[in-house]
């Protein structure tokens, strides 16, 4: 972690001369204040990561009667496949939220063995397996039952579960700061160092076009 956290400081140190070779004024210490605000951004985003990973995200695991209250309580969005594994079709529906569980860090993907949870499978009025219920802030706001939503058939396509819980808003897309790797953190801060200076230089009267650069007025 302190090598990855070193390296974001030189790219990022890197980047502020470059700008600063570009821009050429004495912006020096606007640049620090930039370069110290990513940095802990970048810090609070790997923390965040850190624990969200620690409770259980980025992984499909199993949960205990004793652990469910605090599990689905925990997290933002959830998502809990309450199984047997005799059944076939909830072993093909662990292979999918194993896949998703992968794909969408923010929510955390688990499975109860029905029988070891039989108060919170009263509780929920869990009655055909598989049930997969969806849970925002610790409440249950959606449930699919069966394959029925899925095109009743036992090889659909991840796809239609997928879609069925982004229109549920059980799964959300990745945003930059917690997964997006499209673009390189070397790119992004200087883009927006480039903007910042910009303006900055705009609002103290500094800004130098081409068309001055070529005027015949000395």
């Given at each position: 972690e302190e090598e990855e956290e070193e390296e974001k400081r030189r790219k990022t140190t890197t980047v502020?001369?470059?700008?600063?070779?570009?821009?050429?004024?004495?912006?020096?210490?606007?640049v620090r204040q930039m370069q110290k605000k990513r940095l802990e951004q970048l810090k609070n985003a790997q923390k965040l990561r850190f624990e969200m990973e620690r409770l259980g995200h980025g992984s499909y695991n199993p949960v205990s009667e004793e652990e469910f209250l605090t599990a689905v309580t925990s997290s933002y969005l959830c998502v809990v496949h309450f199984?047997?594994?005799?059944?076939?079709?909830?072993?093909?529906?662990?292979?999918?939220?194993?896949?998703?569980?992968?794909?969408?860090?923010?929510?955390?993907?688990m499975k109860a063995n029905a029988p070891d949870l039989p108060f919170f499978t009263e509780k929920l009025n869990v009655k055909v397996l598989p049930c997969l219920i969806l849970f925002k802030n610790g409440v249950a706001f959606d449930r699919i039952?069966?394959?029925?939503?899925?095109?009743?058939?036992?090889?659909?396509?991840?796809?239609?579960?997928?879609?069925?819980?982004?229109?549920?808003?059980?799964?959300?897309?990745e945003e930059k700061d917690i997964g997006d790797e499209g673009k390189k953190d070397e790119q992004i801060d200087k883009e927006e160092l480039m903007r910042e200076l910009s303006n900055r230089r705009m609002k103290r009267g500094f800004h130098k076009t081409e068309s001055d650069e070529d005027s015949d007025f000395d």
């Open positions: 502020s001369v470059n700008v600063l070779d570009e821009g050429g004024d004495d912006d020096e210490e606007f199984a047997m594994d005799e059944f076939e079709r909830c072993r093909i529906l662990d292979k999918h939220l194993q896949s998703l569980s992968q794909k969408y860090f923010k929510t955390r993907f039952v069966g394959f029925e939503e899925l095109g009743n058939k036992d090889d659909y396509k991840t796809m239609a579960l997928e879609k069925r819980m982004l229109d549920a808003g059980a799964i959300e897309e």
